[in-house]
Nanobody
């Protein structure tokens, strides 16, 4: 089992920045089995959508078109964390942001989410 805990959400004005962090915990075996980890978001009344993901060695980063050039995902395997630096935030970025981890074995884990609100 893998537990994911997000932090860093909050209220920010449009054009501002926030940094989200996700800490993964569990057994050494379960943590070492994480392949892709990243962030999704879901606004009220909308489907959950991918924001950014990163593979274990950081060789592949995947971003939603809507955040390319503004958001940067990074991963620290020694600390078992994944961060999302969000710059030039827009009101349409307002959402609950969820950390997601997928293992080599096909298991899929979610955090409880952190709310990001971007005001005009």
């Amino acid at each position: 089992q893998v537990q994911l805990v997000e932090s860093g959400g909050g209220l920010v004005q449009a054009g501002g920045s926030l940094r989200l962090s996700c800490a993964a915990s569990g057994t050494t075996l379960s943590i070492s089995g994480i392949n892709t980890i990243g962030w999704y978001r879901q606004a009220p009344g909308k489907q959950r959508e991918l924001v950014a993901t990163i593979t274990r060695l950081g060789s592949t980063r995947n971003y939603a078109d809507s955040v390319k050039g503004r958001f940067t995902i990074s991963r620290d395997n020694a600390k078992n964390t994944v961060d999302l630096q969000m710059n030039s935030l827009k009101p349409e970025d307002t959402s609950n942001y969820y950390c997601n981890a997928r293992t080599y074995g096909g298991s899929n884990y979610w955090g409880k989410g952190t709310l990001v609100t971007v005001s005009l």
